[in-house]
């Protein structure tokens, strides 16, 4: 089965190389996330890799990647990940980023300022942003 354009094998491959510091499997672990593909798994896979971030030193360019991805993920549903990407995003975040996720965040009456809202929290105070995430996961489950 492919997930994205690796082959779980290969994504396996790549997870174990960027864990021993190997810049090619840091490499394809930014790029498998910047891909952002939706298959059975696929959660669980980018949660993991946002863990394994944690763990690595990325390059400026791959950190330049890290934030842009973070970008996207403001313009799809959340996922089971956002807190994992939240949290590493917050080590590495630029001033210019903060405050472009602060500037989307004060606009939340559409789906994009309220995933910035829950971004910026997370930024400055990750134990606000979890309880935040929880309140929005609430209301998720009641809509239905």
Known sequence: MMIGNLT????????????RGNPHGVSTIVEFLRR??????S??????????LKRVELTDGERAKVLDVARQYLERRIGREFRDMALYVRR???PEFRSEIEALARNPNDAVGQRAELLATYLRDPQ?????QRTYWDRARSAR
């Open 128 to 132: 606000a942003g979890r309880e935040l």
């Open 43 to 52: 959660g669980y896979a980018k949660e993991a890799a946002w863990k394994l």
């Open 92 to 94: 590495i975040a630029t």
């Open 8 to 19: 779980r094998k290969e994504l396996a491959i790549a997870f174990r190389e960027a864990a």
């Open 36 to 41: 952002d593909p939706w298959v059975m798994g």
